[in-house]
């Protein structure tokens, strides 16, 4: 495989505010690169940068091996978290407008079947649902068939049922061999889609990997839950036990689930309600930074 972006210690300030403060990595062709963290991490500003929005205070980004030009403007898709909709136009026109500002574009009867957006084209896209309107959005950033997709946050407020059918789109597009740049809030997304992902804070990357290989990485044990009300607190002090309670639950790290069972079993715990869960990228983030994705 061969890396088709480089970023090498980009960085960002605005005035006093370092909003992103030396950030490396390099992308392979046709993965889906995932962009974690929590809010003000410094990933948009990362993006926007990549994109060729937003001017770096230092730091270089090479496409194909250059400083990324004309070359790069026209084999880039973008969704937007915003991007601003002509309003009183129907969706047909708006995908006829974005196509126009491309000599190379896709056919538009195919990004149509493609994004499922046939019945709408003649809608107000003022009044689409919330994930018809991320369709219509990635079909504009799909409008010049781009080598590489920039989506920042393209599934957040969406429900469950429309974030899985947009993943699934994406999914289409992967298999389509182009490469993706993903920013999320959302663990199971990125674990998802993503084949490589880098958790940001503080303008830094704190971690980089694949998803699998992360958690391996960082944990080598499990999650037992049990409802609070059937674990008496005196078990709190057992130090054969890393255990804490949380909202009506009580949580065990376990290296050995087999022992952690038989211990809580002499101790009469009552099994009935039990969970065991594996780590997943959103315990790994907040034992990076101490801090939940969504605060
Ligand atoms: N134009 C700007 N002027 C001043 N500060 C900015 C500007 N844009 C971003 N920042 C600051 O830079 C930091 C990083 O912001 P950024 O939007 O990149 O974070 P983010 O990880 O994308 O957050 P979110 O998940 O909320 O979108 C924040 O502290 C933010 O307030």
Redesign the pocket.
């Known amino acids: 495989m061969s890396c088709i972006l480089q970023v090498e210690n980009l960085v960002?300030h605005?005035?006093p505010?370092?909003?992103?403060n030396g950030v490396s990595f390099a992308i392979e062709r046709g993965t889906c690169f995932g962009?974690l963290?929590?809010?003000?991490?410094?990933?948009?500003?990362?993006?926007?940068m990549m994109e060729g929005i937003?001017p770096s205070t230092s730091g270089s980004i090479q496409y194909k091996g250059a400083p990324a030009d004309e070359d790069f403007r026209n084999e880039a898709g973008i969704m937007f978290?915003e991007t601003s909709l002509q309003e009183f136009i129907q969706v047909g026109e708006t995908l006829e407008l974005f196509s126009r500002f491309y000599s190379r574009t896709r056919p538009l009867n195919e990004l149509i079947e493609r994004c499922a957006l046939g019945e709408y084209l003649d809608r107000d896209v003022r009044k689409l649902s919330g994930g018809q309107r991320q369709r219509l959005l990635l079909a504009i950033a799909l409008v010049n068939d781009p080598e590489i997709v920039f989506l920042?946050?393209p599934t957040t407020g969406l429900d469950p049922q429309a974030r899985r059918n947009f993943w699934q789109l994406v999914n289409d597009i992967k298999q389509e061999q182009k490469t993706l740049v993903l920013?999320t809030?959302y663990m199971e997304e990125a674990y998802e889609l993503c084949d490589e992902i880098a958790i940001?804070d503080h303008?830094r990357i704190i971690a980089q990997g694949s998803p699998r290989a992360l958690l391996k990485k960082h944990f080598d044990n499990s999650v037992i839950l049990l409802p609070a009300s059937e674990v008496p607190a005196s078990l709190d002090q057992d130090h054969r036990l890393k255990m804490h309670r949380m909202n009506g639950q009580v949580e065990i790290l376990s290296e050995d689930v087999n022992a952690t069972i038989e211990l809580l079993m002499a101790q009469r715990i009552p099994l009935t309600h039990l969970q065991i869960r594996s780590r997943t990228l959103e315990d790994l983030f907040l034992e990076l930074t101490g801090r939940g994705l969504r605060n």
């Open positions: 960002k605005f005035g505010v370092q909003a992103v962009l963290g929590p809010n003000g991490a410094g990933k948009t500003t990362t993006v926007e937003l978290q920042d946050e920013t809030h940001m303008g």
